[in-house]
């Protein structure tokens, strides 16, 4: 008679769809449109084509900024686009 019960509650996402253009996130960001541009044209970048649009949604969005990104590690964002080892001390 002395039964306990679990209640497991999830997480509440949000149902609503949205996405941000490159010129949302340049507002957004305070970033130049160069360098946004070339974050949407990034591999890693979960950005789609709606169109002749380039957007990202933002559940993608705020995933991929919480995540630590360094332009010595990732191709795309160095300028010889080749992985960079440096040698901790």
Avoid: C
Wanted: aromatic share 12%.
């Amino acid at each position: 008679m002395g039964a306990t019960q679990t209640v497991i509650t999830k997480q509440e996402i949000s149902s609503e769809v949205r996405f941000y253009s490159i010129s949302d996130l340049v507002k957004m960001l305070g970033w130049s449109e160069a360098t946004v541009k070339k974050m949407f044209n990034d591999p890693g970048f979960p950005a789609s084509d709606f169109g002749k649009r380039k957007v990202v949604e933002a559940h993608a969005l705020i995933n991929y900024f919480s995540r630590r990104h360094s332009r010595e590690f990732e191709r795309h964002w160095n300028s010889e686009g080749v992985k960079i080892n440096v040698k901790k001390r």
